[in-house]
Antibody, heavy 120, light 106 residues
Framework: QITLKESGLTLVKPTQTLTLTCTFS??????????VGWIRQPPGKALEWLAL???????RYSPSLNSRLTVTKDTSKNQVVLTMTTMDPVDTATYYC????????????WGQGTLVTVSS | DIQMTQSPSSVSASIGDRVTITCRAS??????VSWYQQKPGKAPKLLIY???SLQSGVSSRFSGSGSGTDFTLTISGLQPEDFGNYYC????????FGQGTRLEIK
């Protein structure tokens, strides 16, 4: 059974750094072809892809947010960590982590999401 | 960046209807398109990948087609549980989602 769950602070102040952890089970990030992505969704708005990390340590980022994002993995702990700097109220959103599909960069299993609010 | 433009932005249909949602890419993306369904307060659910491959466990009422720049998600024999928001996604160059289509049941 494959599961993913996001965790981290749900209230951050403007200019602070957001750190979210995705803890997963049922697959390994050391297996060829596996990846974990981050996607966010502001309230009432569309999905927005943020980042993707692959089994071979390759990382891909949204061009519009590239300078603010870092994604890392800890294979032994089955965790992926997303860091986003210089948070702003417009970054208020539900943040999801999801497993990359076996045949490409789509997402076949998703976490429940965590609502992050940026407010002073 | 590759832009994905979905249409319509919302649609209302009756039980049993056939519903079609389209997605147009700003450049050719071969068949690197996926489709998701999202219910309120829930995570998205993968329906279709590689433009036309049905994800395991997903009802055969859902089908996808297209290649290049124009893609279609079709729901045949609409059921009450099919309401929600639908998103397309390209993975030809990084990842981009469409703006979504809201499906309401009449």
């Amino acid at each position: 059974q494959i599961t993913l769950k996001e965790s981290g602070l749900t209230l951050v102040k403007p200019t602070q750094t957001l750190t979210l952890t995705c803890t997963f089970s049922g697959f390994s990030l050391s297996t060829s072809g596996v990846g974990v992505g981050w996607i966010r969704q502001p309230p009432g708005k569309a999905l927005e892809w943020l980042a993707l990390i692959y089994w071979d340590d390759d990382e891909r980022y949204s061009p519009s947010l590239n300078s603010r994002l870092t994604v890392t993995k800890d294979t032994s702990k089955n965790q992926v960590v997303l860091t986003m700097t210089t948070m702003d109220p417009v970054d208020t959103a539900t943040y999801y982590c999801a497993r990359r599909g076996i045949q490409g960069d789509y997402f076949d299993y998703w976490g429940q999401g965590t609502l992050v609010t940026v407010s002073s | 960046d590759i832009q994905m433009t979905q249409s319509p932005s919302s649609v209302s249909a009756s039980i049993g209807d056939r519903v079609t949602i389209t997605c147009r890419a700003s450049q050719s993306i071969s068949s690197y398109v996926s489709w998701y369904q999202q219910k309120p307060g829930k995570a998205p659910k993968l329906l279709i990948y590689a433009a036309s491959s049905l994800q395991s466990g997903v009802s055969s009422r859902f089908s996808g087609s297209g290649s290049g720049t124009d893609f279609t998600l079709t729901i045949s024999g609409l059921q009450p549980e099919d309401f929600g928001n639908y998103y397309c996604q390209q993975s030809y160059s990084r990842v981009t989602f469409g703006q979504g289509t809201r499906l309401e049941i009449k």
